[in-house]
């Protein structure tokens, strides 16, 4: 192809049926620098929930480094841990239990079987550091498929609306309006507290659950969601 880098987002991955990836012997033959990232990488290889954004930061300074613009990525990197930084120290009193718990609503992944942020998804960094309590805090992996029982038996505080972009603001504001009528309307949801009580984020799930600078972004807009008084 010519390319100059390769940019590996899904380390560790093998895809059946893809073929095999190219050996890092092939890439230099090729001329060709080949990084993986740290923040996308597979489940299977992270030690641990993530609870912080140091992957998405250590990549964006990888990304400087090899592209030549260093001070550029170093000043996103600085602006994402000044946002998080006066999210931490202004709810650094309210202590863990009485953070209120969170559900990301991953509508555009189907509503019949309701798919479950887990712990080793960048999304759960993303809510934790804003001051809430994923209910599936508990689940050991990036995604999981679960029962509406068990989102039911969690009776999360606050719903966010989980859509992504449509291509545009009103159709995306539609795909929220979509989510909100479902949760509303559907015999199994409309009595959890979050929906009782009207408590929704319309936050597009590009900006929880794929690494970049949008997650300190959302950090901030979720904390100011739940803190209105303590994050300005």
């Not at 641990?48 to 990197?77: C, F, W």
């Not at 929704?200 to 949008?214: D, P, Y």
Request: proline residues 3%; contains cysteine.
């Amino acid at each position: 192809s010519g390319a100059d880098l390769y940019i590996d987002s899904f380390a560790a991955m093998r895809m059946s049926g893809m073929g095999d990836a190219p050996t890092e012997e092939e890439f230099r033959a090729a001329g060709i620098k080949h990084i993986y990232l740290k923040s996308t990488a597979c489940a299977a290889t992270r030690e641990g929930p993530v609870t912080d954004l140091s992957a998405v930061e250590a990549d964006l300074t990888a990304l400087g480094a090899i592209t030549g613009t260093r001070a550029k990525a170093r000043r996103l990197v600085d602006g994402m841990e000044d946002r998080v930084r006066a999210v931490r120290t202004a709810i650094a009193d309210v202590p863990h239990e009485k953070r209120p718990s969170y559900f990301f609503f991953d509508y555009d992944a189907g509503t019949r079987q309701p798919t479950a942020l887990c712990n080793r998804q960048v999304g759960h960094a993303v809510i934790t550091l804003a001051g809430a309590r994923n209910i599936f805090a508990d689940c050991d992996t990036t995604y999981e498929q679960v029962g509406w029982e068990d989102v039911l038996s969690r009776d999360p505080d606050w719903i966010q609306l989980g859509v992504r972009d449509r291509g545009g603001r009103a159709a995306t504001e539609k795909g929220f309006d979509e989510a909100r009528r479902w949760l509303e309307t559907n015999p199994a949801t409309k009595g959890l507290k979050a929906v009782r009580k009207g408590r929704f984020l319309r936050i597009r799930s590009e900006r929880t659950t794929l690494a970049g600078v949008e997650n300190a972004e959302t950090v901030e807009r979720i904390a100011r969601t739940l803190y209105p008084s303590e994050v300005g």
